[in-house]
Nanobody, 121 residues
């Protein structure tokens, strides 16, 4: 009933920028928190940044000052602007959202399929 589709990943040189987007679609009544996670090969999936419906944000220490999360509630979309990218930012980036489905009274958690970000010279 709900799909999250990420886009914007790719190959970038150190110091470069990328902007990820994630669009939620389906029988959506509302979306509470949205977030970006990432998972590097052989490592666990970690939270990168999150944003509430009202726009309050939180960031992992490793990306503070370089990444910015934002959302467009009218478009059910969350963004991740990534600047000053480093080799260590290489990972698959996943979108996550707490969605209240039409006709349901509570949010359910959903994941996107992931988009690869590779930082390489």
């Amino acid at each position: 009933q709900v799909q999250l589709v990420e886009s914007g990943g790719g190959l970038v040189q150190p110091g470069g920028s990328l902007r990820l987007s994630c669009v939620a679609s389906g029988s959506i009544f509302s979306i509470n928190a949205m977030a970006w996670y990432r998972q590097a090969p052989g490592k666990q999936r970690d939270l990168v940044a999150s944003i509430t419906e009202g726009g309050s944000t939180d960031y992992a220490d490793s990306v503070k000052g370089r990444f910015t999360i934002s959302r467009d509630n009218a478009k059910n979309t969350v963004y991740l602007q990534m600047n000053s990218l480093k080799f260590d930012d290489t990972a698959v980036y996943y979108c996550n959202a707490d969605v209240v489905v039409m006709g349901w009274g509570y949010p359910t958690n959903h994941w996107g399929q992931g988009t690869q970000v590779t930082v390489s010279s």
